[in-house]
């Protein structure tokens, strides 16, 4: 059996979320960061995408929650796909993710949380299309989805950055709802 391989790509959509569903998104990714015992670290991810970064905090969310209703709901709308994980990320300085290829996925979704991001601050997203370096600044209620292997990473966030917040969703296989 030939099985297609995704086309690489990475899209870039502007107010992924309405206003209500926004602030309440922010509100909660800020109870999540407050109550440290139900987060992880990213520890467990491979040597190779951890490198040298500082602690990147990780929430699973439960599907049962109304955060992850209302992100399911709204990127299985724009995707056509059914999330495998649903998850906060919290970004401290020294945080980064290193050259990679998302590889036992076949789509990622990041959407940015935090309501400025400044530049000076790092934790940009950068990726590599048509022999070109590609970046993206975080920016509120703007989602990045990547498709197909795409080699990308974050910068090194300086040592006076906030917590940059995201919301990070992973898709393993094809799973559409036509």
């Known amino acids: 059996m030939i099985v297609d391989k995704p086309h690489k790509s990475i899209t870039q959509l502007n107010n992924i979320f309405s206003s209500k569903d926004i602030s309440f998104l922010l509100q909660d990714s800020s ?6 015992e139900n987060l992880k670290s ?3 991810w491979d040597e190779t995408v951890k ?21 399911n709901s709204r990127v299985s709308e ?12 919290f970004w401290g300085p ?7 290829n998302d590889a036992l996925y076949t789509t990622a979704v990041t959407i940015y949380l935090n309501e400025t991001w400044d530049v ?9 299309f048509n022999n070109q370096i590609l970046t993206l600044t975080p920016k509120l209620n703007t989602g990045v989805i990547q498709t197909g292997g795409v080699y990308h ?3 090194i966030q300086s040592s006076a950055s906030p917590v940059r917040k995201s919301i990070q969703l ?9």
């Open 51 to 71: 490198e040298y970064s500082k602690p990147i905090l990780i929430k699973t969310l439960e599907s049962s929650s109304k955060a992850y209703k209302i992100i």
């Open 153 to 155: 990473s974050t910068t």
């Open 120 to 128: 000076l601050h790092g934790g940009l997203f950068q990726y590599i």
């Open 31 to 36: 109870q999540a960061l407050e109550n440290e």
């Open 78 to 89: 724009i995707t056509g796909k059914v999330p495998e994980s649903i998850n906060y990320y």
């Open 42 to 44: 990213n520890y467990f």
């Open 170 to 178: 992973w898709f393993s296989e094809k799973k559409s709802f036509l």
């Open 94 to 100: 020294g945080s980064y993710i290193p050259w990679h």
